[in-house]
């Protein structure tokens, strides 16, 4: 293989711009927007957020469009047609970038990887849909994959070469050029150098002639040598592991799911690899292991099946569990299916991997609706038989709520979750995601009387101080910060004096603030905590106006003061938040408090 030279690259980059006019806008869009982002620019987090979707959404209108393009060259549309399919594609892919929001909702995450996993099985099947023969289906995706391998190889080095020659350039020149100069680069050569040298190289379904169809002997001499031995590891793993636990009587780990999906996946891609020697005399091993392969899949299905069942009759179906599941049923069926028909169809395997991904997207029988609505029924059971000692609430709130947001829970409350999600959001645009979504899941445990994981049986709270949202600062000279989730300690510089602050949250909940050659100053929140219990059990506890989650507080209640020879300290209390446990029971106490400690030198 040669380089390919600047003219070359130049004559590539306008074929493939005749050729695919809307790919090659997306891969330079997509190009520059990579470099920006990598370049660590001044975006506020939600904006940086939408950035990053788009660029996800361009790989999604990369290879349905690429998809597009192969159907309507296989069938020799019109110039009018072709534009109505990569119209609809850029449709498609623009809608699916308004409804799946991936950084709010996990499982939109999983839904953004189910199509990308069935937009990729497209392009390997639209120039044969209704048409076209299994030998010329195999050439020209050997094709696709060659051409792919061959890019990535020329990429890595590129990458590589320029990058060392940088690295030179600043060492001999005593430059001192940004860090990000070298992921900009990443991205200029892996998102556009490598795109665009893929699509140069894409065959037609015309191409593929007896002189191109022949098979390389690289591919065998890689299944045979590489695949097939990983495969081999693989099996005689699992059928081991298999033995013990039927002699043991034990129900398998989770682990071996991944184990079986891998040995699956090396063994469908090594028949998909030798698939045009199968019937030749001089290979009579490639029957044998094609037979073998099928038989060996019927007892790591029957693992696999164990494996998923036992999870989902404990702990219900998520998304992850929902795909495991339709993947051990697609393995059953493809199995029997090559195991009574010598003559199977080789395309059946990416088409109906590409179905049943697009099923698991969107609708009654998808992950996300499975997983949401089998969650939804073990929480109605855990609010029911939490008192009896089995509490699974607090992690299927915390799926919920990540996964699929607070109105998934709308049936266990009163409360308007949607508006009260789209409020907490609009009420906290300034702060980062995390505080975010810290707040909501403050404000679902609250609202449900649940408390977090890790906590001990109790009432779990947050209180909030009246006007919270405003510190008085008036005599002060330093303020300090306490979040709810930092370190138990932190050092900090007070002018001329090193202070360090220490939160305890075991047996007790105190701030402590020492200082070298000074008297510690210590805020016990002990009896705070007490009172607020006590409170609560009376029920005269102020509820908040407008709805918010939680109880307020009076503020002079929340404020405490303290001094030392240095500074006169006070501690104001924003929030404190967790299980309220009764006066005597001390241990354990998961208690988080936000506020600020302000400081005025004496």
Not at 175 to 192: C, M, R
Not at 282 to 299: A, C, E, G, Q
């Amino acid at each position: 293989m040669r380089f390919p030279s600047l003219a070359n690259l130049s004559r590539d980059a306008a074929a493939v711009f005749k050729r695919f006019p809307t790919l090659f806008v997306v891969v330079v869009c997509a190009t520059a927007l990579a470099c920006y982002l990598v370049g660590e620019p001044s975006l506020e987090a939600r904006v940086e957020q939408n950035l990053w979707q788009l660029l996800a959404t361009c790989d999604l209108l990369l290879t349905l469009g690429l998809a597009a393009e192969l159907f309507a060259a296989s069938r020799s549309y019109t110039s009018a047609r072709r534009w109505i399919l990569r119209v609809s594609a850029i449709a498609l892919c623009g809608l699916l970038y308004a409804v799946l929001h991936p950084a709010a909702y996990r499982t939109d995450v999983v839904r953004f990887g189910l199509f990308v996993f069935a937009f990729h099985h497209c392009v390997a099947i639209a120039p044969f849909i209704g048409r076209g023969n299994n030998s010329d289906f195999w050439h020209f995706n050997k094709a696709l994959f060659l051409r792919f391998l061959t890019a990535v190889l020329y990429s890595v080095s590129l990458y590589a070469g320029l990058a060392v020659a940088i690295f030179g350039i600043e060492e001999l020149f005593n430059l001192d050029l940004a860090s990000k100069i070298y992921g900009q680069l990443f991205a200029l050569v892996a998102v556009g150098f490598n795109t665009l040298f893929f699509l140069a190289g894409v065959p037609t379904i015309f191409d593929i002639t007896p002189t191109a169809a022949h098979y390389p002997k690289g591919l065998k001499i890689f299944t045979q040598y590489v695949l097939i031995p990983l495969m081999t590891i693989y099996l005689a793993i699992l059928l081991v592991y298999e033995t013990k636990i039927w002699v043991e009587w034990e129900m398998p780990k989770g682990i071996v799911a991944t184990l079986i999906l891998g040995y699956a996946v090396f063994g469908m891609l090594s028949l998909l690899l030798i698939w045009p020697i199968r019937n030749d005399e001089d290979n009579r091993w490639v029957r044998w292991f094609s037979k073998s392969f099928y038989l060996t899949l019927i007892p790591l299905i029957i693992l696999l099946v164990l494996a998923v069942y036992q999870r989902v009759s404990h702990y219900g179906f998520t998304e992850e569990r929902h795909i495991l599941m339709v993947l051990a049923i697609w393995l059953v069926a493809i199995a029997a299916y090559f195991l009574f028909f010598r003559k199977g169809d080789i395309q059946l395997i990416p088409v109906s991997l590409a179905v049943l991904a697009l099923l698991s997207t969107f609708g009654p029988q998808s992950a996300t609706d499975v997983s949401r609505h089998s969650q939804q029924r073990r929480l109605a059971r855990a609010l029911d038989t939490a008192a009896k000692g089995t509490d699974e609430r607090s992690s299927i709130v915390t799926y919920l709520l990540e996964a699929h947001g607070l109105p998934s829970m709308q049936a266990f409350t009163s409360t308007d979750l949607d508006s009260l999600d789209r409020e907490i959001a609009a009420s906290n645009a300034d702060l980062p995601p995390y505080r975010i979504a810290g707040l909501k899941r403050d404000t679902i445990f609250a609202l449900l009387d649940v408390p977090p994981s890790g906590m001990a049986k109790g009432r779990y709270l947050t209180i909030s101080r009246e006007g919270r949202n405003i510190i008085p600062m008036q005599g002060y000279d330093y303020g300090y910060r306490i979040e709810p989730y930092q370190t138990d300690s932190a050092t900090l510089t007070l002018g001329k004096n090193d202070v360090r602050i220490s939160l305890e949250r075991d047996s007790s909940l105190a701030v402590r603030v020492e200082m070298e050659n000074d008297d510690a100053v210590f805020f016990d929140l002990v009896s705070l905590v007490d009172e607020i219990y006590l409170a609560n059990k009376a029920g005269t506890l102020i509820l908040p106006p407008d709805g918010e989650a939680g109880f307020l507080y009076p503020a002079e209640k929340m404020e405490m003061q303290g001094e030392n020879a240095h500074f006169v300290i006070t501690l104001l209390l924003d929030q404190v938040n967790g299980d309220f446990l009764a006066p005597h029971e001390t241990s354990s106490r998961g208690l988080y408090v936000t506020g600020y400690l302000l400081f005025r030198e004496k």
